[in-house]
């Protein structure tokens, strides 16, 4: 059993950034990729951003990669996403999901991920 927890989220003005952070209690964390999803109100989960095992490459959505900014340090079993030039449409509840798949890709699938923390919401003013 992994546990996830995420942190970091709040209400900010337009062009602020965040920094969300990602705790997984897993022995193996190094093994595992780690990604970001983001679910605004009254739509579909959507990927932001997945880092695999090795922590060297993210993989962004198109739409956010000028902006947000996935790591892992692996000595915390912690990843976060730097959000910057933060917008009214990043407004939404952010996900940490791990696959517990060693070794695994980064993926933007949701379905390769087999835990998931509970969310921080982000929620950008204009």
């Known amino acids: 059993q992994v546990q996830v927890v995420e942190s970091g989220g709040g209400l900010v003005q337009a062009g602020a950034s965040l920094r969300l952070s990602c705790v997984a209690s897993?022995?193996?964390?190094?093994?595992?990729?780690m990604a970001w999803f983001r679910q605004a109100p009254g739509k579909r989960r959507e990927f932001v951003a997945a880092?695999?095992?090795?922590?060297?490459?993210?993989t962004y959505a198109d739409s956010l990669r000028s902006r947000f900014t996935m790591s892992r340090e692996p000595g915390r079993n912690t990843v976060y996403l730097q959000m910057n030039g933060l917008k009214p449409e990043d407004t939404a509840i952010y996900f940490c999901?791990?696959?517990?798949?060693?070794?695994?890709?980064?993926?933007?699938?949701?379905?390769?991920?087999?835990?998931w923390g509970q969310g921080t919401r982000v929620t950008v003013s204009s």
């Open positions: 880092v695999a095992w090795g922590g060297d490459d993210a």
């Open positions: 897993a022995p193996t964390f190094n093994t595992y990729s």
């Open positions: 999901a791990v696959n517990t798949v060693a070794y695994a890709l980064a993926s933007e699938q949701s379905g390769r991920y087999d835990y």
